[in-house]
């Protein structure tokens, strides 16, 4: 039991990613990552902007995929103790046509259902 509950939330970072390349230009993208998310959910980004609810997060992700025209990520993650730890490396085209290049971790926790209640991202 405990290998599908991981195998699911091992899925469900991986849909996070595949999706974040595509929601910049794809709202139904936003939509289906704010969907992984639970209704209370907390978020801290690598810029210390928060959300601790479902709304905020649908506006954070809103306002974050609204200032990139172009995203590529690809990424590795571990299962740790109790939560899940993602390396990851970006690459980007804002909105100001200027090209950016990120590289961090998320950490991620997960509820009964599968839904991610907490992300901590950090960029390194």
Known sequence: MMNKTMDKNLETINKYFELSDFASNDEQAVNDIVDLFADNVTI??????????????????????????????IHHTQTLENYYQTEWSVAGLKDDDSIFALHGFDYYRFDEDGKIVSLLIEIA
């Not at 801290?44 to 609204?66: I, Q, V």
Request: hydrophobic share 35%.
């Open 44 to 73: 801290r980004s690598g810029l210390d902007e928060t959300a601790s609810n479902k709304e905020e997060t649908a506006a954070f992700f809103k306002a974050f995929f609204s200032r990139n025209k172009v995203l590529k990520h």
